[in-house]
């Protein structure tokens, strides 16, 4: 097994075989923080430039990871890139709270204890900084130090003429023109999570070298990996799936490699394995985290050598494969409790991508719903229009762990309880193991509406109960509701109720 120098300088050099194939700013901003995060096994990474054309102001412009405290975070990367600006040099230190380089106490409410911090230079000039925070003392060494002022020397080059390349040649592929592209695909969404998630595939796309998604169960792994595919280079060769954790670990070597006849009890023909199948193409192995130790190591040696041997043979066979790997827990964990190889996660995490879960991007869940209800209402023979506004209250408020996937089987229930002729689908239809939740969330919503908030929806209520029983026709809605037809438009034109 390689030490982790070598590791971490293995790193370095496929991020700079990944930024020569970039030209979203973005994307390199955020490559080039998750890599040095995960190289250095930092909590949080953060690059912060200097305003190119007063060369006074700073901005953080990228964070990866999480921290409790965000401001302070900021307050520490602001006060320290200072330093490594006004000293033109690096900084290191493995207790913050006591380093002796600032003013006493200045950092007394920080929980964050190791630091470190590079500039990033272009022609001897420095155009800002990278920071890796810790809450553990004494975390980075001397070595990790050199290496991250090595990745810096790599990153900055990218970093200044991306800038240039973006403002002056390349025109960002447009927010609505990805969307579109990608609804093709299947993937929906508007949220600024989505959006930076398509982003992330189409980077991802455009150049050969394997992905890691990382994302909870059910948020759509399999159909991401099938869009990079489709959106490359390989879209004409095959696209094979595995799933690590649906086969029998005795078989899992058969499966992915191949044998000849013979070469176990019940091998009665010789067989290709998955690699071969895919050759040429892409291979996506879903749940990589159910691979055992032992086929580690061997896929370890295909993805470094480009070969396989099947079981049985004693030659080996040259494959050109992609190879996408998915994980619904955090393989960087595994790594840290032994469970998985250190060097074959390096080797796997060439384009990291993280799948927002459907609590991170709430605001997709009516489009999402709403596509759902018109595939399942179109198998059923129905005609339903759309949810009612409670509906939709719940789905949003609900946590789903089980994600996309769980939302759509939630919406193929409800269209199979619609009955024929019905074109809404209403809170009643809702699965009585859901009540309790609707009640509480009702109470909550009411609790905290300012009354005439609560009136204008009762009113929007009424109005549009109206209207559907009398298949909105203004004139007899009007009559029901005890109103004028003139007064009924006002109050639609007011609530801003329209047929859908």
């Known amino acids: 097994m390689k030490d982790a120098h070598s590791i971490e300088l293995e790193s370095i050099i496929e991020l700079a075989t990944l930024l020569a194939q970039q030209n979203d700013f973005q994307e390199i901003l955020r490559l080039t923080t998750k890599k040095a995060a995960d190289m250095m096994k930092a909590e949080s990474a953060s690059i912060l430039m200097i305003n190119p054309q007063t060369r006074h102001t700073i901005k953080t412009i990228h964070r990866e990871g999480q921290n409790a405290d965000e401001q302070m975070t900021h307050f520490i990367h602001t006060n320290i890139s200072g330093w490594v600006i006004d000293n033109k040099s690096s900084f290191i230190t493995p207790n913050l709270l006591k380093d002796k380089r600032f003013r006493r106490e200045l950092f007394k409410k920080s929980s964050i204890h190791s630091v470190v911090c590079v500039p990033l230079k272009t022609e001897c000039i420095i155009i800002g900084t990278l920071l890796l925070i810790s809450e553990d003392e004494s975390v980075f060494s001397d070595e990790n130090l050199t290496n991250l002022e090595k990745l810096a020397a790599i990153v900055s080059p990218f970093l200044r003429n991306v800038q240039r390349i973006e403002q002056y040649f390349t025109s960002p592929i447009l927010r609505e023109n990805l969307r579109s592209k990608y609804e093709a695909h299947g993937l929906l969404g508007k949220s600024k999570e989505f959006i930076e998630l398509l982003h992330s595939i189409e980077a991802a796309a455009h150049c050969d070298v394997r992905v890691l998604l990382e994302g909870k169960s059910g948020t759509g792994k399999e159909l991401i990996a099938k869009a990079i595919h489709q959106s490359s280079d390989r879209f004409s060769c095959p696209f094979i799936t595995i799933d690590c954790g649906a086969i029998p670990e005795h078989l899992m070597e058969s499966e992915l490699f191949g044998h000849m006849k013979g070469a176990f009890t019940g091998a009665a023909t010789t067989r290709k394995g998955l690699f071969e199948e895919a050759h040429t193409g892409t291979l996506f192995m879903d749940e990589i985290t159910n691979l055992p130790i032992d086929l580690q190591a061997k896929l370890l040696r295909v993805l470094q050598e480009g070969e396989i041997r099947p079981l049985g043979s004693n030659t080996t066979r040259k494959v050109n494969v992609r190879v996408i790997t998915a994980a619904s827990s955090s393989l960087k964990e595994m790594v840290q409790d032994k469970q998985f190889r250190e060097d074959l996660f390096y080797r796997l995490m060439v384009y990291p991508i993280h799948i927002p879960s459907l609590e991170e ?3 997709d869940i009516p489009l999402l719903a709403t596509h759902f209800m018109r595939i399942f209402s179109k198998q059923q023979n129905k005609e339903i229009e759309n949810f009612h506004e409670e509906v939709i209250d719940f789905m949003k408020a609900h946590s789903w762990p089980g994600n996309i996937r ?31 939740e609707i009640e509480e969330l009702r109470q909550s919503t009411e609790l905290n509406k300012p009354l005439n908030e609560s009136l204008a929806d009762y009113e929007e209520t009424l109005i549009r109960q109206a209207l559907g029983d009398n298949n909105w026709n203004q004139s007899k809605a009007a009559r029901a509701l005890g109103i004028s037809e003139q007064t009924i438009r006002y109050k639609m034109q007011k609530l801003g109720i329209e047929k859908s």
């Open 361 to 363: 991007r709430s605001e």
């Open 406 to 436: 769980e939302l759509e089987n939630f919406v193929e229930r409800m269209v199979t309880l619609v009955p024929k002729g019905k074109k809404q689908i209403d809170i009643k239809l809702i699965p009585p193991e859901f009540k309790k």
